[in-house]
């Protein structure tokens, strides 16, 4: 195996470390992938072993249509919606989903999350989404995300009455916009029960995402910064 | 003692430490029992230990009424509970309780959790039901278990003003269970109280309880998968 | 000093990892004491010290009038309040302070919490009663709590605008009630928050009490038990 | 670099930790400064370094403009908000900023948390108060702090629609000061979530403050103490 893949293996593994860190999973309910850079491939967490036990070795590489090419175990129940993303969105290089608290009350509810929050409009541009309901099992639920979020600010959609779906230019992107994700929910839900949130202007939520998409970052990237 | 149970004990000790990593239980409040396969016996927590000090050589085995046949403490002030659900139930092999916070709350409503999470549909098939209330010391606790669960999709069921029993084919499966009992509780808590969850039609909740029963996890379990 | 004390210095320091465990205090704003048994002593945390550095070396011993016996430092700044409930109450030998969240949430209203889960009946026997405000300085706070805890089930009391006061008959019985304390007043309060909680009958509650003090635990206390 | 310097940069990044602990930061969201003592100067986080990473070593120190004198990396993206306060307030040694869930949640309602309990009487002397929205990238945020603590008791204001700032006579007192900001936030809020607080008398709140100010701590800090 190339070492380009053996490091993608080694970086979705740990990144799933995010996942339980902020506690964004229960059980083995979520999981990351990444695309390999140049070729029609993805790795995956294989469905169903513990967040204590994943490495890079028991990751699994997938074409993009969700085919196993390299894996002992079957990769996520949720490859098909992985995989439907990066066929899409060419410019995706990694994909997240979780049924992460309260972004997932939201998408009970079926309610976009507006933006009242200088860290909403600096992640996500203004709202998070919402997306169709869809059943696993086929290309219904990439088609969902791939039609919300194509020419969306957001990196984030709420699936309806299911969970959250995050993409990234690549899998550390997709994972912290997961994490922000529920960090802006949990904040947006908590304002809402006592009352009604103080509106933002689209002039400052546009000035706010340009800088932080455009100024934030621009230097060299930290070890361990995005 | 057979290897066989001396397994089991392992088994039944460590997976405490599944309620302590996931909150469900404070001080010394949840307990996990499992059937020893092709005998009259289980293995379940001793009463009052501390989860820091649960090992397999402190687990209690009794017979499926209760009754001490290898241990040096108490069982569990839950063990009558377990026990009549392995006599009433043989193809159950494991039991969880807990007083897990959310699951708990809709407890002490006697409110069941209707289903509007792909997640709860998975697992759970549609609503978590409630059960009676009933005093411990006695088969109270254990009949309205069994009444409540036998013939239902649930392997969880909300004990009113009490918690959380769970089973599974296995004591890992009853303690996925009550992992997933919480989470839903807690995201259903938390949509309702902005409003009212989106409805799933019935036909989805039955497509995705057949999937998840059925194709889900078909292939080898892999090492600390299920 | 006598092996006793020294004894207790080391229960009062590591008690107190509990309440970090549980996520009762903040930075340093909970503490846990003992009385000495048989002799007019007490030993309790220093005044802000930070949890990670609580050992036995650095608790405190004082006489039932709050002044300093053995310590280098100064005592908590609760220290009155637990030395007059020792004065006031032969029958306590520990004292618990807390802000704990979802317990002061009831305080900061004065509301009592009513009972309606058999966690609650089992351990408070009934309501965990509100006490008065009070200022910190004097013993107008330790009258509070021995003026609403004598002859009361609870060994909890929530004192107005303040925070939680538990007693026991040792250390680690009144540590186990602000645990306990927390973990029902954050279901009660979760309960509360979509509708009215099922009545418990009192019989009920009675029964639950009677048991919980009387039966449960009266096999010889395995380590770590309670 | 002097002593003092390399003393604070150690400071600095581990009263980072401080914000991890008590959950108060998600990603890369918040930051710690302390201005050096007698000089123009302040050590403050770098920009998008993950909480895990920071050390002594790769702290930024700044010019009272913002303007990097020491660090590999670009400082915090809050920085200009951090300088001001120090150009503007010479009695402030320590700035803290952070998204704290329940704080913010008060921010983005512009709600200021009115005082019902003891510990919010000790810490801020009443009210936490709501400083203006304001954008990143100037001076605003900073005039902002400024304008709304200066001849306030409180250490903490809450930026509208943004989060927390809180001011220290040193990092670590700033730390304290957004540790209690959020744990106040959340029990105001629950408490406020049932009904309504019991108020406080305006004299007790006073007294309260200036026992905690003057009293408390009078005597030598001990390690870890504040």
Request: aromatic residues 6%; charged residues 15%.
């Amino acid at each position: 195996m190339s070492d380009v893949i053996a490091q993608i293996r080694q970086t979705v593994a740990s990144l799933h470390g995010e996942l339980t860190r902020y506690g964004l999973v229960a059980w083995t309910s979520g999981n990351v992938s990444a695309r390999v850079p140049g070729q029609p491939l993805m790795v995956i967490k294989p469905s169903g072993v513990s967040y204590d036990d994943l490495n890079a070795d028991n990751m699994i590489v997938c074409d993009l249509h969700g085919i196993v090419v390299d894996g002992e175990f079957s990769p996520s129940s949720d490859t098909a919606a992985h995989a439907y993303v990066y066929r899409a969105m060419p410019e995706v290089g990694g994909v997240v989903h979780t049924h992460s608290t309260y972004a997932t009350a939201w998408a009970a509810r079926g309610e976009p999350i507006a933006c009242h929050l200088t860290a909403q409009a600096d992640e996500f541009g203004g709202e998070i989404p919402v997306g169709p309901f869809a059943l696993i099992g086929g290309d219904d639920i990439g088609k969902g995300i791939v039609a919300t979020l194509s020419g969306h600010r957001s990196p984030a959609v709420l699936m309806r009455n299911h969970g959250v779906f995050t993409i990234g230019r690549d899998a550390r992107a997709a994972v912290k916009a997961a994490v922000m994700c529920e960090d802006v929910a949990r904040t947006a839900h908590l304002a809402r029960v006592l009352g009604d949130p103080a509106p933002m202007d689209q002039a400052d939520i546009d000035a706010l995402y340009d800088r932080y998409q455009n100024v934030y970052g621009q230097t060299p990237i930290p070890p361990g910064g995005s």
